[in-house]
């Protein structure tokens, strides 16, 4: 569990085109180190064995003879698979092939847990988040009104989002209220609203949030930052380089409508 974070507008072509290769090679990555052990008579013995047990179980059930012996051929597939002398360069082309696919998509960003409990405080310390205020509630789902309702207003902005169900006009209203609340934030905006980093309900954090979080963090050198995230995360791998992607997430969300929190 963590926080995904999508930046609002679309990626351009040239961006998509570039993920889209990026993708490509990484599944071409994957499928070359799976089938590296294919070819040996072990292996395929135990996927045959693996096959049966499955087909039998749709047959007659899942029985602790059946599972066990789903688990052990599983078990023998990936040790022959680990095993295989060709398996660690395939696994460090997989590895280099999914750095490069994430790197493609300029769109998301990702904090885990604790990641984003991190960066929440360095950035309170930077004076990046605005905390000293209350926050309106979540607007009341209106009665009669289902979250498949808001679903189908969605549908009929993005096809394919939804089944296909009427609009309801209260649902169209309610949503205009969500997405307000979502967006909402003190104003004049002085920082990012500190709970929108503090729970995945879909938060979006407007580029004027993000504008003045960033004016913020200019106010102090380097070599401050670089102390505050080395006493928050201590000797946890090469924190500064991924604290530096997060400041060009935020610089390209600026301009490209924000990013939402999920």
Known sequence: ???????????????????RRARE???????NRDGLPQALPQYQDAKRRLDAARTRMEKEGRSTELSRMVIEAGEEMRHLAVSHPGYEAAQQKVDAAYEAMQTTDVSYFRLNIHGMGVYRTVMDQLGMLVTDYDAPDFPELP???????????????NPGAADGLPVKAAAAVYLKELNAHLAWHPEPASGIAAHKLGSNDGWLVTPAEIEAAL????????????TLLGAALGDEGDSHSYWIEWLTYLERARVRGGFTVR
């Open 143 to 157: 009665d009669g009104v289902t979250w498949e309702d808001i679903d189908a207003v969605d549908e009929e902005a």
């Open 1 to 19: 569990m963590g926080y995904d974070m999508y930046i609002q507008d679309p990626m351009t072509d040239e961006e998509e085109a570039a993920h």
């Open 215 to 226: 004016a913020a963090y200019r106010t102090h050198s380097a070599p401050q930052v670089m």
């Open 25 to 31: 090679a990484f599944d071409a990555a994957v499928s």
